[in-house]
């Protein structure tokens, strides 16, 4: 396994420098430490809905079966230190995470909340992986290298299994101008939510070409307290580049309502030696939501022009806004429009409990000569509660459901989906 020099450098010599700083200094780093322990129980059942199912079991060839169900319990630590005294601070945080397997077989497994042997396609008996992120502070400007979750336009870290998916490499946050949210990294291995082993970024929807990696720079700046604009540059190297850029707009209204225009645009190409083959995606989405009281009520629309689908790291969440539970809504061509729905019960007497249901329509979509246009559409509903008894504080649970039918693949094209999700989070100090 290859890591960039660049990310091990700054890694080792964080951390170096950082334990090597007299105990004096380390007043902050003890003071504004903090540790979490996350105890997530997951159920998913996935319903493949065909009567003759051709969803191959692993290990059992020539077998098929016609739903997947798992039940696992997962355990997430989560430590951070602060950072020590002086013009540059530093200091280190750690993730644990653990995977047990409740309920699986060969014969149910493939949800994405345990990992699955390629031989028999069981499910181990439990999983675990350790990471480590040292980190500097310089002013307002914090760098990272190691273990690293993120949340961009240009990459989204997966947190909807059991464990999240983590990236190994170096990130940097910049503060400096005010309004302006920097960000700029480079990213080599990823370990996917159901898996232990570092592997190769891929491209979604081709995952047999790889590279070790993956820039990104770009920023938000707020112009006003309701205008925000963004801008991102990503390169997965000798696979695919992409120019994003992003208007978010919200206006306050009378009593409490708002209006909020979120805007999206991303222009995707082939870069270097092209090991994916030729790419070119160009994608515009948006939604526009308005508020009032406990009700929220949003419509996007979503449409792809170009000879490839979207591009975006393989297993990661793509930046669109028809990108729900199931589907990405963004095929070759694909035309998409959303309606979705939340209520907030607080404004009912009942604070901590929330409702979510949208439904996503897709058609136009490119399957190639000789093939009817693709069509897919998907309903989804997402009721949650978190716990406001001071004794419970810290105790979630979430049902989701989602219906999914579509004409794009023969094996999965129609889904029925549930996930129960009992959560319980508390600090360690």
């Not at 309004?179 to 990823?190: P, R, S």
């Not at 790419?279 to 979503?302: E, P, R, V």
């Amino acid at each position: 396994m290859r890591i960039n020099p660049l990310s091990r450098a700054v890694t080792l010599a964080v951390l170096g420098c950082g334990l090597s700083m007299p105990m004096l200094a380390h007043a902050e780093f003890i003071k504004d430490s903090k540790g979490t322990i996350e105890l997530r129980n997951f159920y998913m059942n996935r319903d493949y809905r065909q009567d003759a199912p051709q969803v191959p079991i692993k290990g059992k060839p020539g077998d098929t079966k016609a739903y997947s169900a798992e039940w696992a319990q997962g355990f997430l630590v989560r430590l951070e230190s602060g950072f020590t005294e002086g013009p540059v601070g530093f200091g280190v945080d750690g993730l644990g995470l653990v995977g047990v397997r409740l309920d699986s077989g060969r014969g149910r497994s493939g949800t994405g909340l345990l990992p699955s042997s390629n031989e028999t396609g069981e499910a181990p008996s439990e999983y675990a992986s350790l990471g480590a992120t040292g980190k500097m502070r310089i002013s307002k400007s914090v760098l990272k290298g190691g273990t690293l979750q993120l949340k961009n336009p240009a990459v989204g870290s997966n947190d909807s299994r059991l464990l999240p998916q983590t990236f190994l490499g170096t990130h940097g946050n910049m503060l400096e101008i005010e309004g302006l949210d920097f960000n700029a990294g480079q990213l080599e291995k990823v370990k996917q939510r159901d898996s232990t082993d570092n592997q190769d970024l891929t491209l979604n929807g081709k995952p047999l070409e790889s590279s070790d990696h993956f820039q990104f720079a770009g920023g938000t700046y707020a112009l006003t307290k309701e205008l925000s604009l963004a801008y991102y540059y990503s390169k997965l190297e000798d696979i695919y580049s992409q120019n994003f850029g992003g208007i978010i707009y919200t206006l306050p209204l009378a009593d409490g309502q708002f209006i909020k225009a979120d805007l999206r645009y991303a222009k995707s190409d082939d870069t270097g030696d092209n090991k994916a083959g030729s790419l070119d995606n160009k994608s515009a989405n948006g939604m526009l939501s308005y508020g009032i009281g406990a009700h929220t009520f949003s419509a996007a629309y979503q449409q792809m022009n170009g000879d490839n689908a979207f591009a975006y790291i393989g297993g990661t969440d793509p930046y669109l806004v028809n990108y729900v539970q199931i589907g990405d809504f963004a095929g070759i061509d694909e035309k998409s429009w959303q309606a979705r729905y939340d209520l907030n019960f607080a404004s009912y007497g009942i604070p901590g409990l929330s409702l979510m249901t949208r439904y996503v329509n897709g058609d136009n979509i490119d399957r190639g000569s000789n093939v009817s246009e693709g069509e897919e559409w998907e309903r989804d509903t997402d009721i949650a509660y978190a716990f406001q008894d001071e004794a419970l504080k810290g105790l979630a649970v979430k049902w989701r459901n989602a219906t999914y039918r579509s004409n794009l693949n023969k094996g999965t094209k129609d889904l029925d989906e549930n996930r129960l999700i009992i959560s319980y989070t508390t600090a360690l100090w």
